[in-house]
C-alpha cells in the first residue's frame, strides 16, 4: 500500500505518517514535507524517484505526472485500467494526504503583493486532491488533520479505511478545493477589475424544526470564521433548542447590545426594543428596561453586557423570558436560572469588532448585501436648529434615544427619559402614528414631562412636533433633510422644544 504525501499544514502529520509506515505502508512525499519527515526519522521515497523526473520551475511542477494521476485514478475493478498501469511501470496510490498552499492567510495579511498572492496558488495539491477523491472507491483522500486518527484507527482495524469514510473524505476534499477556489475566484476578479462575484461560504450549524411558521422548513447555517456578536457562536449553557424565530430575535438583541459601551439592558419582542436603560451598574439598568415595558417583556428576550449577577438573575425569574444573553454568568446567577428549564441562555462574545459585518437579506431571485448599521454619532449642541437650547440631561436622553431609535423597524420613534425607554412606535406606515403609539405609551406610564422623541427618519411635516408638545416632550432629535425642515423648526419654536439634526438617517427595513 503507498500513500503520498503532500501538505501545507503539518499540524499533526509526523504520528500519523508514522502510524502508516508502522502499517507496512510506503511513503511517498513532497519538497518540504518530506524534508520535515525525514528529520524526524520517519523514511519516505521523494516524489521525483516516482515520476523519473525533478520537480521544476522553483516546485511549481513536481505532482503533475502521469505516474501520480495514474496511479490515482486507474479503477481497481477494471482490468484494462490495472494492465495499462503495469505496461507503464505505475505502481497504485492508495492514500493522499494532501492540504492547500495558505492563499487565504496570504491575502489576508497587510501589504500582500500580487506576486505572493499568485504563488501561494496551489496546482497540484487541488489536481491530487480531485483525482483521489473522485476515484474513492478505492483511494482515501485526507485534507484535513482532524481525520487522521480515524483513518489510521480503520486501516489497523481493517487494513483499509471503509467505504463509507472514503465517500465522506471525498467530499470533504471537493469542498475543500471548492473553497479554496472561491476565494482564488474573488481575488483575482479583483485584480482584474471585473464585476465582483458573491461566493458564500458558511458551514451547517443546526436543522430546525421550523422557520417563522410551522409549515415552513429552515436550517441554520454559521459563517467559517467566528466572530463576536454572533449567534451562530454563542454558548447555550440550558434551555431548549433555538428557534428560527429565537435566532432573529437574539441576532437583533445583539445589534442593540453592540452599540453600548456603558452597562446596558435591552428587552425585545418580534426584533423590536420594547425596553432598554443604562445604568451604573447591570442590576440598575436591568431594573430600568424591566420597567420601562412590564406587559411587552412577557415572553421576549433580554440581553445585558455586563456579567449577568444573582441579582438580576433574581429580578428575571419570575417572568416568563424565551432567551438570557449575556457575555458571562455568575455561577450564582446560573443557578437562579437553571430552576427555569426551558429558559435559553447564551453566553456570547461581546468583543468591540474592528468593521461592520456583512448583512445579507434573501429577496425573490436575488440577495441584498450591505454593511450592517454600527455607525454611531456622538450628538453636540451645535446641532441643534432651533432657538431652544438643550440642557446636558437634554443631550443625555437624546443621545440615547437616538442610539436605540435606529434598532426599531422604520417608520420608528422612541420616547425616553432619564436614561430608558418609555414608549416605542415601531413599523407604521406613516411617522406621527408611530410618534401617537409611543407618546400614549409614555403618557401611560405616567410621564407627562421632560421627554425627549427620536425619529429613525425626518419628520415631513410639523404634526409630529404639534403631537409631541401634547404628550410633554422638551426635545427631539431627527436626522432633518425634508423639504419641510423649515416647518418642524418654526413649530419647535413657537412651542419651546429643542430640536437636534444629526444629518443622519437609520431606517431599518
Same mark, same amino acid.
Given at each position: 500500500?503507498?500513500?503520498?504525501?503532500?501538505?501545507?499544514?503539518?499540524?499533526?502529520?509526523?504520528?500519523?505518517?508514522?502510524?502508516?509506515?508502522?502499517?507496512?505502508?510506503?511513503?511517498?512525499?513532497?519538497?518540504?514535507?518530506?524534508? *520535515?519527515?525525514?528529520?524526524?526519522?520517519?523514511?519516505?521515497?521523494?516524489?521525483?524517484?516516482?515520476?523519473?523526473?525533478?520537480?521544476?520551475?522553483?516546485?511549481?511542477?513536481?505532482?503533475?505526472?502521469?505516474?501520480?494521476?495514474?496511479?490515482?485514478?486507474?479503477?481497481?475493478?477494471?482490468?484494462?485500467?490495472?494492465?495499462?498501469?503495469?505496461?507503464?511501470?505505475?505502481?497504485?496510490?492508495?492514500?493522499?494526504?494532501?492540504?492547500?498552499?495558505?492563499?487565504?492567510?496570504?491575502?489576508?495579511?497587510?501589504?500582500?503583493?500580487?506576486?505572493?498572492?499568485?504563488?501561494?496558488?496551489?496546482?497540484?495539491?487541488?489536481?491530487?486532491?480531485?483525482?483521489?477523491?473522485?476515484?474513492?472507491?478505492?483511494?482515501?483522500?485526507?485534507?484535513?488533520?482532524?481525520?487522521?486518527?480515524?483513518?489510521?484507527?480503520?486501516?489497523?482495524?481493517?487494513?483499509?479505511?471503509?467505504?463509507?469514510?472514503?465517500?465522506?473524505?471525498?467530499?470533504?476534499?471537493?469542498?475543500?478545493?471548492?473553497?479554496?477556489?472561491?476565494?482564488?475566484?474573488?481575488?483575482?476578479?479583483?485584480?482584474?477589475?471585473?464585476?465582483?462575484?458573491?461566493?458564500?461560504?458558511?458551514?451547517?450549524?443546526?436543522?430546525?424544526?421550523?422557520?417563522?411558521?410551522?409549515?415552513?422548513?429552515?436550517?441554520?447555517?454559521?459563517?467559517?470564521?467566528?466572530?463576536?456578536?454572533? *449567534?451562530?457562536?454563542?454558548?447555550?449553557?440550558?434551555?431548549?433548542?433555538?428557534?428560527?424565530?429565537?435566532?432573529?430575535?437574539?441576532?437583533?438583541?445583539?445589534?442593540? *447590545?453592540?452599540?453600548?459601551?456603558?452597562?446596558?439592558?435591552?428587552?425585545?419582542?418580534?426584533?423590536?426594543?420594547?425596553?432598554?436603560?443604562?445604568?451604573?451598574?447591570?442590576?440598575?439598568?436591568?431594573?430600568?428596561?424591566?420597567?420601562?415595558?412590564?406587559?411587552?417583556?412577557?415572553?421576549?428576550?433580554?440581553?445585558?453586557?455586563?456579567?449577568?449577577?444573582?441579582?438580576?438573575?433574581?429580578?428575571?425569574?419570575?417572568?416568563?423570558?424565551?432567551?438570557?444573553?449575556?457575555?458571562?454568568?455568575?455561577?450564582?446567577?446560573?443557578?437562579?436560572?437553571?430552576?427555569?428549564?426551558?429558559?435559553?441562555?447564551?453566553?456570547?462574545?461581546?468583543?468591540?469588532?474592528?468593521?461592520?459585518?456583512?448583512?445579507?437579506?434573501?429577496?425573490?431571485?436575488?440577495?441584498?448585501?450591505?454593511?450592517?448599521?454600527?455607525?454611531?454619532?456622538?450628538?453636540?449642541?451645535?446641532?441643534?436648529?432651533?432657538?431652544?437650547?438643550?440642557?446636558?440631561?437634554?443631550?443625555?436622553?437624546?443621545?440615547?434615544?437616538?442610539?436605540?431609535?435606529?434598532?426599531?423597524?422604520?417608520?420608528?420613534?422612541?420616547?425616553?427619559?432619564?436614561?430608558?425607554?418609555?414608549?416605542?412606535?415601531?413599523?407604521?406606515?406613516?411617522?406621527?402614528?408611530?410618534?401617537?403609539?409611543? *407618546?400614549?405609551?409614555?403618557?401611560?406610564?405616567?410621564?407627562?414631562?421632560?421627554?425627549?422623541?427620536?425619529?429613525?427618519?425626518?419628520?415631513?411635516?410639523?404634526?409630529?412636533?404639534?403631537?409631541?408638545?401634547?404628550?410633554?416632550?422638551?426635545?427631539?432629535?431627527?436626522?432633518?433633510?425634508?423639504?419641510?425642515?423649515?416647518?418642524?423648526?418654526?413649530?419647535?419654536?413657537?412651542?419651546?422644544?429643542?430640536?437636534?439634526?444629526?444629518?443622519?438617517?437609520?431606517?431599518?427595513?
Amino acid at each position: 500500500m503507498r500513500a503520498l504525501v503532500s501538505v501545507s499544514d503539518k499540524t499533526g502529520l509526523v504520528p500519523f505518517v508514522q502510524g502508516l509506515k508502522d502499517l507496512g505502508w510506503e511513503i511517498i512525499a513532497t519538497g518540504g514535507t518530506q524534508k *520535515l519527515l525525514e528529520s524526524e526519522g520517519v523514511g519516505t521515497i521523494g516524489i521525483s524517484e516516482v515520476t523519473g523526473f525533478p520537480e521544476i520551475c522553483d516546485g511549481r511542477v513536481k505532482t503533475l505526472h502521469p505516474k501520480v494521476h495514474g496511479a490515482l485514478l486507474a479503477r481497481r475493478d477494471i482490468p484494462e485500467h490495472m494492465a495499462t498501469l503495469a505496461e507503464n511501470g505505475i505502481e497504485t496510490i492508495d492514500l493522499v494526504c494532501v492540504n492547500l498552499y495558505p492563499f487565504r492567510q496570504t491575502i489576508a495579511k497587510e501589504g500582500v503583493t500580487m506576486e505572493d498572492a499568485v504563488e501561494n496558488i496551489d496546482i497540484g495539491g487541488p489536481s491530487m486532491l480531485r483525482s483521489a477523491a473522485k476515484n474513492f472507491a478505492s483511494v482515501t483522500v485526507v485534507c484535513d488533520p482532524s481525520d487522521y486518527g480515524t483513518v489510521l484507527e480503520e486501516i489497523r482495524a481493517n487494513g483499509d479505511t471503509l467505504p463509507e469514510t472514503r465517500l465522506r473524505l471525498s467530499a470533504k476534499a471537493y469542498t475543500h478545493t471548492a473553497e479554496y477556489d472561491m476565494c482564488i475566484a474573488t481575488y483575482m476578479r479583483a485584480q482584474a477589475g471585473l464585476n465582483p462575484k458573491l461566493f458564500l461560504e458558511y458551514d451547517h450549524k443546526q436543522g430546525l424544526r421550523y422557520g417563522e411558521n410551522p409549515h415552513q422548513s429552515a436550517e441554520f447555517y454559521a459563517e467559517c470564521t467566528p466572530s463576536s456578536y454572533a *449567534l451562530p457562536f454563542a454558548e447555550q449553557i440550558q434551555g431548549k433548542e433555538l428557534s428560527y424565530n429565537n435566532i432573529q430575535d437574539a441576532n437583533a438583541a445583539l445589534n442593540v *447590545l453592540r452599540d453600548f459601551s456603558e452597562p446596558f439592558c435591552v428587552a425585545l419582542k418580534h426584533m423590536n426594543p420594547c425596553g432598554a436603560a443604562t445604568g451604573k451598574t447591570i442590576e440598575e439598568a436591568w431594573q430600568a428596561a424591566y420597567e420601562a415595558d412590564k406587559v411587552s417583556i412577557y415572553g421576549g428576550i433580554v440581553g445585558v453586557n455586563r456579567e449577568l449577577t444573582a441579582e438580576v438573575a433574581a429580578g428575571m425569574k419570575p417572568i416568563f423570558l424565551e432567551i438570557v444573553i449575556a457575555p458571562s454568568y455568575t455561577p450564582e446567577a446560573l443557578e437562579i436560572l437553571s430552576s427555569k428549564k426551558n429558559l435559553r441562555v447564551l453566553k456570547v462574545d461581546m468583543t468591540p469588532a474592528s468593521k461592520a459585518p456583512t448583512q445579507y437579506v434573501g429577496v425573490n431571485g436575488g440577495l441584498l448585501v450591505q454593511q450592517l448599521d454600527t455607525a454611531i454619532e456622538t450628538l453636540t449642541p451645535e446641532m441643534c436648529v432651533t432657538k431652544a437650547r438643550p440642557t446636558e440631561a437634554l443631550m443625555r436622553d437624546m443621545q440615547f434615544g437616538w442610539k436605540i431609535v435606529k434598532h426599531v423597524k422604520s417608520n420608528a420613534i422612541t420616547v425616553v427619559r432619564d436614561g430608558h425607554t418609555i414608549g416605542v412606535g415601531a413599523g407604521q406606515t406613516n411617522r406621527v402614528g408611530s410618534a401617537e403609539i409611543a *407618546l400614549k405609551q409614555a403618557q401611560a406610564a405616567g410621564f407627562t414631562e421632560g421627554l425627549v422623541l427620536a425619529s429613525d427618519g425626518f419628520l415631513p411635516f410639523d404634526d409630529t412636533v404639534a403631537l409631541a408638545a401634547q404628550y410633554g416632550v422638551a426635545a427631539i432629535v431627527q436626522p432633518g433633510g425634508s423639504i419641510r425642515d423649515a416647518d418642524a423648526i418654526a413649530k419647535a419654536d413657537e412651542l419651546g422644544i429643542t430640536m437636534l439634526f444629526t444629518g443622519v438617517r437609520h431606517f431599518k427595513h
